[in-house]
């Protein structure tokens, strides 16, 4: 397993039992210079456990995505430091499918670009679509399949880069109601299934509660960790019980008061 | 309950299209064509009975009737002179467009890696592509010398600026969710080109393509029409041949062999370009 640390500061290694897979301390970014300068996160500290589902929640602009791109190594923090513990994998907004590949093709990219030797891509591929439920619709080109099944060739390319800690990034907010409950399901399963550790970010706080071990509330511009809440109900839940609704009303009510504050 | 839970799912369904028969593709290809050919003979015929026949402003040698020129095609045809004519052409067509295919594609790349020589020779390209290439013949005599080398680098010059700027407009138009997802997989160097850049910028590489062979078949006409080529005759010289003898029922026979060449070759373009937009999902079939 391989410690990645990457930050302003000297790496710092985080280590002994129930160690984080994944830690931020003092996260800034800053984008701009001068009278342009953007502060999109401002000391964020995260820290995430092996096997955790958590939902990172804010208004739109709090540097969500930021902090995501910055976890994935896609950028690097002005200040503090982010330690991962192993690979970490990213799932976009949208599906992102090459669209001169047929799905299975798409899922092997993934694979070859990991250095999976050829003999053993095959089979993988085929489990791996097999395991997101889109077993006969292997040849597909992305244009013949519907949105929920692209998304779903997303989350199978993901899981093909064997990484410890996946992160989402609202993948499925083009997507109707139905199949979106379905996806949660599936992803969860997923989840289960392969032990993974996940950060989902998302807008909708129903949501975030339906998916997450822990739901973080980020504030905007600067965007700050405004509250880490357990959510402590059974799993699985729905996205409309009333526990569910209850507890993201009480979050949401959190973050609009953040929201009017900042405004006024 | 929510109003979510009333939404139908529309969206998890695969999407489903009829196929058409290969009889039928073939068809929907033809006709149009056919039907365009039989608008250019009608305009034509008209044209020589306007001209001929009721004004008598020129002489039937002078404008032959659409009947006359294709039945002077056929027995052009079915000569091994032709045939010749056409295999020269065609062979310094194959050379120096793919010299310019060739150097179009590395300079493209090449231009497009770099802000600076982007801002520099992506004007000069572009102001090389509406440069008419005959007016390199004079220079290209003289430097090459009165012959074949002549011919090939007009058409490289002719070619090369428009498929650099295929390349150039290829990677321009690469969608950055793209170039993004390449960083997430670990596609670097090569394997990024291989698997991200080269693909994603075949469409408009492939229109490059097609407008550099246009450009190419201008510039070696050109070429041909000047008399470069010494020794070897191709369809310009015959061109030039037919106008020398008055032989108007010849000349129109070339052009009308120059004119399905060109035709041919950009079909070939179409259809790949045609076949790549549509296993990405880029047509609408009907």
Wanted: hydrophobic share 45%; proline share 4%; charged share 20%.
């Amino acid at each position: 397993m391989t410690i990645r640390t990457r930050g302003a500061t000297p790496p710092t290694r985080s280590g002994g039992p129930g160690a984080a897979v994944l830690e931020l301390r003092g996260v800034t970014k800053v984008f701009g210079r001068g009278d342009a300068q953007t502060v999109a996160l401002q000391g964020v500290d995260l820290r995430v456990e092996r096997g955790q589902f958590v939902t990172v929640v804010g208004a739109s602009g709090c540097g969500k995505s930021t902090m995501l791109n910055l976890i994935a190594g896609l950028e690097r923090p002005t200040e503090g430091t982010i330690t991962v513990d192993g690979n970490v994998a990213f799932m976009f907004q949208d599906p992102t499918l090459l669209p001169w590949l047929t799905a299975r093709q798409n899922v092997d990219l993934a694979l070859r670009l990991a250095g999976v030797e050829r003999a053993r891509r095959g089979a993988r591929t085929q489990d791996l679509l097999e395991l997101v439920n889109l077993g006969g619709f292997e040849d597909k080109r992305p244009h013949e399949l519907s949105g929920g099944m692209r998304q779903r060739v997303s989350l199978a390319r993901v899981l093909a880069q064997d990484a410890q800690v996946v992160l989402m990034d609202e993948p499925l907010g083009a997507l109707d109601a139905m199949t979106r409950d379905k996806m949660h399901d599936e992803i969860e399963r997923i989840w289960t299934q392969l032990g993974l550790t996940v950060v989902f970010v998302t807008h909708n706080m129903r949501e975030a509660v339906r998916l997450g071990d822990r739901v973080v509330l980020l504030s905007s511009r600067p965007g700050r960790v405004k509250r880490d809440t357990r959510i402590d109900l059974a799993r699985p839940r729905k996205m409309d019980s009333a526990e569910v609704a209850t507890h993201a009303a009480e979050l949401t009510d959190a973050l609009s008061e953040e929201v009017a504050a900042h405004v006024g | 309950m929510s109003a979510d839970v009333l939404t139908p799912i529309v969206d998890d369904a695969p999407v489903r299209r009829e196929g058409r028969s290969p009889g039928s593709r073939i068809w929907g290809w033809v006709w149009p064509k056919l039907m365009a050919i039989a608008i250019v003979l009608a305009l034509w015929e008209l044209l020589y009975l306007i001209l001929v026949t009721w004004t008598g402003k020129r002489p039937e040698y002078i404008f032959p009737a659409p009947a006359t020129a294709l039945s002077s095609f056929w027995e052009m045809v079915g000569t091994s002179r032709f045939w010749e004519y056409v295999a020269t052409t065609m062979q310094r067509a194959v050379i120096g467009y793919s010299i310019a295919l060739l150097i179009g594609t590395l300079v493209g790349l090449a231009v497009a890696r770099s802000q600076a020589l982007r801002a520099g020779v992506g004007s000069l390209i572009t102001g090389l592509q509406t440069m008419p290439s005959i007016a390199w013949f004079p220079f290209a005599i003289v430097v090459m010398g009165y012959n074949e080398s002549a011919i090939t680098l007009v058409v490289l010059i002719g070619a090369a600026p428009s498929i650099a700027n295929g390349v150039l407009s290829g990677i321009d138009h690469i969608p950055p969710q793209f170039l993004r997802l390449g960083d997430v997989l670990g596609a670097r160097g090569v394997a990024r080109y291989r698997h991200i850049v080269v693909p994603a910028m075949l469409p408009n590489y492939v229109s490059g393509l097609n407008q550099g062979w246009a450009f190419a078949w201008r510039s070696l006409m050109a070429g041909e029409l000047l008399g470069v080529a010494g020794a070897t005759l191709g369809l310009g010289n015959a061109l030039n041949a037919a106008r020398n003898m008055n032989d108007m029922g010849k000349l129109e026979a070339v052009m009308i062999a120059i004119l399905i060449i060109g035709m041919l070759v950009d079909g070939i373009f179409t259809s790949i370009s045609g076949g790549l937009r549509r296993r990405r999902g880029l047509t609408i079939d009907r």
